[in-house]
């Protein structure tokens, strides 16, 4: 029996939920502090908000599919930025105070979505408001530079949550469900990715 891909993307909801309100409860168990605090804002942003706007786009997403292309891009734009800054803000006030966090792989691939995140946010400011960078740039070169970059945040934020499991904090509060959040969190980024990622390779070739 084939799975529908509508089945898949509800599946998928229920993923990023149980993900990001079991992790939001242990946090507010722990009420926010240090790790806490940044485990928190980045399941937020990078998990959740960041999903989600990859999702609006897709023919599968039943939360969207009746909408206006016009207001699922609006909401797209709100939810990454708004997941994008979670997960910056998350970064920082970790990374900050702790001189040597960008030495795991962890810390590298937060850094790294990070870097890509502003980036993105730069290309498409100065696509909207810059007259040199649209004479330099051709829209369809923006428009790739665009998906590439949202692709590649999404991957490397999904992949720094994913390798966040197996940090001291985790291990301190969380290792009796080390299976399940990775499991779920590998599940995520794959369903996820493979509807935008399909679409940005049709526009390709």
């Not at 909801?13 to 722990?30: D, P, R």
């Amino acid at each position: 029996m084939v799975i529908s891909s509508y089945t898949w993307n509800l599946a998928n909801q229920c993923f990023i939920l149980a993900v990001t309100i079991c992790m939001s409860v242990k946090c507010a168990e722990l009420k926010f502090q240090k790790t806490a605090t940044h485990a928190f804002l980045c399941t937020l942003g990078f998990v959740f908000l960041s999903a989600e706007g990859m999702m609006v786009h897709c023919n599968n997403n039943w939360l969207t599919r009746s909408l206006h292309p016009d207001t699922k891009t609006t909401l797209y734009f709100y939810l990454q930025l708004m997941g994008g800054l979670l997960g910056v803000a998350g970064t920082l006030q970790k990374s900050i105070p702790k001189e040597n966090h960008f030495r795991s792989w962890h810390g590298k691939l937060g850094l790294a979505a990070c870097v890509f995140f502003v980036i993105n946010c730069l290309s498409g400011i100065l696509s909207l408001y810059s007259c040199s960078y649209r004479q330099l740039v051709s829209p369809v070169v923006n428009d790739f530079i665009h998906n590439f970059l949202g692709l590649l945040t999404f991957f490397t934020a999904m992949l720094a949550q994913y390798t966040g499991y197996n940090t001291g904090f985790f291990r301190r509060n969380l290792k009796e469900h080390d299976k399940f959040y990775k499991y779920l969190t590998a599940t995520i980024l794959v369903i996820t990715i493979w509807e935008p990622f399909r679409i940005f390779m049709a526009k390709l070739f």
